[in-house]
């Protein structure tokens, strides 16, 4: 069943999906570098991509906003062509967004998020936007329920970014973000990120250029279309039953094409 896409819909069609939609899907992306092989709006497409497949399903008690298509990169700034939100400006945008949708009645929504570097704020967000303007805000990283894919295929000890995981999720749902005459591995670097990252008794700040010199982590020589398709199915699973039980869906369509 074709989503409900704002973007796409008059405010006549707006009023009549109204009738049945229960909850608002917000797509977060990035715009950041991804290594030598990904351009730099992935994050922003992949979420836009699983949301609307998201939409698909959850049709017809699901629309799909317009896609936030900057994050939270500081990270990523020393190379080139990266642009960072504040956390403060993704919460104000987000809180704009959720003011006017709450307007024509959505009390619902769900932040689905592809770029790691903006959960942190995500969580801020769903915490103090569900208290200030009486919503309720959930937040999702697009495919990380996928855990069954992931353990089956990915190797890499550290993955996540530009790796074979993302490589392969941007193959299976938009493919003209790969340069697939240039998928290369990580090229680690050593220094002190290593004590950083979650896990360690401490955690910090770390650029990402002082753990990989060409920006990728993982190894994207890895990537499929098949291992890209078995995680967004997956991860649409996931969603799709959490989603139907927090909002008491009754019928959706529940289809897995
Ligand atoms: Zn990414």
């Known amino acids: ?3 409900y896409l704002l973007t796409e ?15 608002a899907i917000i797509p977060i992306g990035a715009h950041e570098q991804h ?5 730099e709006s992935c994050d922003a497409v992949l979420a836009t991509e699983m949301a609307k497949k998201l939409g698909e399903r959850l049709h017809p008690y699901a629309l799909i906003s317009p896609t936030i298509n900057m994050g939270v990169s500081h990270h990523h700034l020393n190379f080139p062509g990266t642009i960072s939100l504040e956390p403060s400006t993704l919460i104000a945008i987000l809180r ?3 003011k006017s949708l709450k307007k024509h009645e959505i009390t619902n929504f769900l932040l689905l998020n592809a770029h790691g570097g903006n959960q942190a704020t995500l969580n801020v967000a769903s915490i103090t936007l569900s208290s200030d303007l009486g919503v309720k805000v959930y937040y999702a990283k697009t495919t990380a329920s996928a855990k069954k894919a992931m353990e089956k295929h990915i190797q890499s000890p550290i993955f ?11 193959l299976y749902l938009a493919p003209h973000l790969v340069r697939t005459d240039l998928l290369v591995k990580a090229d680690w670097k050593q220094g002190d990120w290593k004590k950083l990252r979650p896990g360690n008794a401490v955690q910090g700040p770390y650029q990402y250029e002082e753990m990989t010199a060409n920006g990728c982590i993982g190894d994207a020589t890895r990537s499929s279309v098949k291992i890209g398709r078995e995680i967004v199915d997956e991860a649409l699973d996931e969603l799709e039953q959490a989603l139907t039980e927090l909002l008491k869906l009754k019928s959706p369509t529940m289809s897995s094409p």
């Open 35 to 39: 290594g030598p092989h990904m351009v």
């Open 9 to 23: 819909m008059t405010h006549s069609e707006v009023r009549d999906a109204l009738e049945t939609v229960k909850l």
């Open 1 to 3: 069943m074709k989503p």
């Open 96 to 98: 704009d967004m959720v």
């Open 160 to 170: 996540g970014h530009s790796c074979e995981r993302e490589v392969s999720e941007a």
